[in-house]
């Protein structure tokens, strides 16, 4: 009777449990949705101190933490979140390698590291990482929206990066990953299609365009950025920057 008693007890506390998380995660989607990230980041990190392998908290954990990043002043604080960002994902992809998910946010945490490096080994290691986990997360989800723009944007990124360094990683570290304008375009109008809203994408995407002398192609790119809608807190300042692009180029 003890031990049946006991076994009841084990059986209702992990329904309890599984019950809160349902909650915390429905708290930090709302959250997400009313633009307050640093928010939904605390639900998720509260997901994780009661479920450590809860693969949707590591997943929006490690994104959250690269946006929030990114709007840090203090460059020591922005690489402390990648750095959380980069284990998060870590942690996602040892859960289960063949999320799509856990290979994008991995590929945009070592995107996020690398804007920040200032070690040459460290920078081609996050460099190669970056298309890495890209190309592993379209393997498995080749409509994985922001996969394939996180894959566009490394091949802008690499395309245009400056060839002094790039020779001098090659000598020292073997070199980067090959890239094109081309396939630049390719990713990012692909995202364009399967995350209409995503405005990142249309940012650089035009940036892209711009850089290659397409203004014919930039600016509808831009007129479509600014109409759209705010979903993140980082669209304000990207939408203000896609702006100011399209009054200088008309």
């Not at 915390?24 to 392998?53: C, F, G, H, I, M």
């Not at 040892?94 to 920078?123: G, P």
Request: aromatic content about 8%; charged content about 30%; proline content about 4%.
């Amino acid at each position: 009777m003890k031990r049946l008693l006991v076994i009841a007890f084990i059986f209702l506390a992990g329904k309890v449990v599984a019950q809160d998380v349902e909650v915390l995660l429905k708290e930090a989607s709302n959250l997400e949705r009313s633009l307050k990230d640093e928010q939904a980041l605390d639900k998720y990190k509260s997901v994780l101190l009661t479920d450590p392998s809860n693969l949707q908290s590591l997943v929006r954990a490690s994104e959250i933490s690269s946006s929030v990043g990114g709007r840090q002043v203090d460059k020591k604080a922005r690489q402390e979140y990648y750095e959380r960002a980069r284990e998060y994902a870590d942690k996602a992809v040892a859960l289960n390698a063949n999320s799509a998910d856990a290979n994008y946010v991995r590929a945009v945490a070592a995107s996020k590291l690398s804007e920040v490096e200032t070690e040459n080994k460290k920078l081609a290691n996050d460099i190669k990482e970056v298309k890495l986990y890209a190309d592993k997360a379209l393997a498995i989800d080749p409509n994985h929206g922001k996969a394939n723009y996180v894959l566009g944007k490394f091949n802008f990124d690499m395309a245009t990066f400056p060839w002094a360094k790039k020779a001098a990683l090659k000598v020292l570290f073997g070199g980067i990953p090959d890239a094109s304008l081309e396939n630049a375009f390719k990713y990012m109008e692909k995202c364009k299609v399967l995350e209409p809203y995503y405005v990142l994408n249309f940012l650089d995407l035009a940036k892209a365009y711009k850089y290659d002398n397409q203004p014919s192609k930039a600016i509808p790119v831009l007129n479509q950025m600014v109409k759209l809608p705010t979903r993140t807190p980082d669209d304000v300042a990207i939408k203000a920057e896609g702006k100011k692009m399209l009054s200088e180029m008309q």
